[in-house]
């Protein structure tokens, strides 16, 4: 009868200690990626991998980081899950993605098997509605995976105080929508629609804010008309610019609350032959991939999503052993300029 | 002291039987819409969802379904998500999405971890190089899947054959491809550049094989010179594309294997001073959102990726009660005419 092989031969064939092996095993440790790869490729040929008890033995029954969205399909969480899951592999870590359409109930469900699943970390990403509800359940959520060894971080949404027991990790959102605005107004706009999301929406507001205070700079009144929310995606911004060209205020430039809204903005305009930017210069905010493939190149915010991502993952896997585990971080952001905003002529 | 809330007293506030609320919450059994909201806002009221002991009593520790992918960054892969997502909340499963890097280790780990969680399906979703291993490496997940009464499915990618232990859902990638080069040679386009993805990828395979039945429908023979491999991102099609208008051969169409490239194509057709559509016509494959929104915007192949998404869910959730597991979808494909192509002058 063949003998089980042991983490001794794996050592062996690999040419490596049994530490070493160890270590590759728990992914808990630094190791070379050559290294990792000689002892892998003994695991495989001896088929010592499948042998679970030395897997429990080393703790190494898969660690996991979890991110919680409300839906993957947008690029910007696309790209802050890009982020995760390289950092997560990094961290030797299994990056899980879980969408909740805003279902609190959803939400809840993830929190809780991610704490059977002893998860280093739930990321929970994206804007939210701020209400003491919403406070509510993140304390529970925050306590609830301390308890579990896990962490929780708020990720691209705004930081809940220095007292609460969670990572967070932000973007400057009011600051790059202040410079989208001022953009447009050191391009002699005056007339600046924005074209927002939903009335409460953390990021949609803090987007709005920045509008305002960039206004309020120039030392200009803050026109309610000027403000639509709404969707913030192609369809929303579409057929909100095909209502406002019909009946609303006079333009001559749009800061767009996102990319989505831009490209249906930009189609909506189209549409009714104004042209961009030589009737209408309009700013995004995101900087999407296909941003720079629109007609015209768009001029928007870049968002650091995969840093976010990326930041998420690293201050979770480093400050279960070492750190508060109430970091709060705050990323740039900055404008790119294409070819969507002209200055205004006369 | 206050009496924890019952199932029965659940059932006395949302006007239903204690069998309806037993149904609800185990999420095994289809249950009206309106009925299952006035559950869930009676357990909600009462607090019952935190009384973890009725949810085990009803074996309604959270149900999931996996999906697998090697990442999540591209549209194609955001919307099958965004697919699955939608049907697994109608089955009341949870949808956790993994990424792999098409890390086989990474792989075997996440299916490991999904049978531990008896996840209800694992999906593998994407294009795959379909070799021995990989044929070996599915069975035993397939196997393994079984075993722990969980489901392997293959998702956008060619099926293993009908004595295969898997669900396959998959589309008409290469008819699509056929469809679009047809299109170019309608138009007259004879020189027809054909920008792949990386030899082997059987998603890009197909949809060369695509290409190659249609110039053969029309009795023309395949220019190995014509055909380009490489990475298929809007960067590969960019640096190619400069590459080929150097140094490559003559052309007046473009068929891109994915609308990333098409993408990179155009922009670097635009720096060289060759217009879209007037000097080349370019058409894409996979409709990602903004394909409407590219300059010109993109006549392409649309591939029904929450469709496969959906099915995938669908076929997994009911086949572990009803059917052999070893079901074989094939969904569509269509053109999607915009103005990237014009008819060959002269």
């Known amino acids: 009868m063949k003998k089980r092989p042991s ?8 040419g490596v200690s049994m530490a070493t092996v160890s270590r590759v095993l728990s992914g808990d440790y630094p190791v070379s990626g050559e290294t990792r790869a000689r002892v892998e490729r003994a695991v495989r040929e001896l088929d010592y991998v499948v042998n679970a008890h030395a897997r429990a033995l080393h703790g190494a029954t898969s660690k996991v980081v979890a991110l919680v969205v409300a839906e993957v399909v947008t690029p910007f969480f696309a790209r802050i899950a890009a982020g995760v899951e390289e950092q997560a592999t990094l961290a030797h870590r299994l990056c899980l993605v879980c969408t909740t359409h805003a279902d609190p109930d ?12 002893r998860a280093d970390a739930v990321i929970l990403a994206g804007g939210v509605v701020e ?3 919403y406070r509510e359940r993140m304390r529970g959520y925050a306590q609830g995976l301390e308890n579990a060894g896990s962490r929780l971080v708020l990720c691209a949404r705004p ?7 969670a990572i967070s990790v932000e973007y400057e959102n009011v600051g790059g929508a202040h410079a989208a605005t001022t953009h ?4 002699g706009h005056r007339k600046i629609l924005m074209v927002a999301g939903p009335v409460g929406l953390t990021t949609s507001d803090q987007r709005v804010e920045g509008y305002r205070s960039a206004l309020a700079m120039y030392g200009l009144p803050v026109d309610p008309v000027m403000i639509s929310h709404g969707p913030w995606d192609r ?3 579409y057929l909100r610019m ?9 333009f001559t430039a749009i800061f767009a609350g996102n990319d989505g809204v831009a490209a249906g903005a930009i189609a909506a305009l189209r549409e009714a032959g104004r042209r961009v930017p030589d009737d209408v210069s309009i700013v995004g905010y995101d900087d999407v991939p296909s941003a720079a493939d629109f007609n015209p190149p768009l001029t928007t915010v870049r968002v650091p999503q995969a840093e976010l991502g990326r930041t998420a993952v690293r201050l979770a896997t480093e400050s279960s052993r070492e750190t508060s585990g109430r970091e709060h971080v705050m990323l740039g952001t900055h404008l790119v300029i294409r070819d969507s905003v002209r200055p205004l002529a006369g």
Chains 1, 2 share one sequence.
């Open 242 to 250: 095909r209502a406002l060209l019909e009946s609303g205020p006079e």
């Open 7 to 14: 983490i001794k031969d794996v050592a062996e064939r690999a």
């Open 184 to 187: 447009l107004l050191t391009a």
């Open 131 to 133: 209400n003491d509800d």
């Open 235 to 237: 369809d929303g911004g």
């Open 106 to 117: 959803r939400e809840l469900d993830v929190v809780r098997l991610m704490r059977e699943q």
């Open 159 to 165: 930081s809940l105080g220095p007292d609460f027991p």
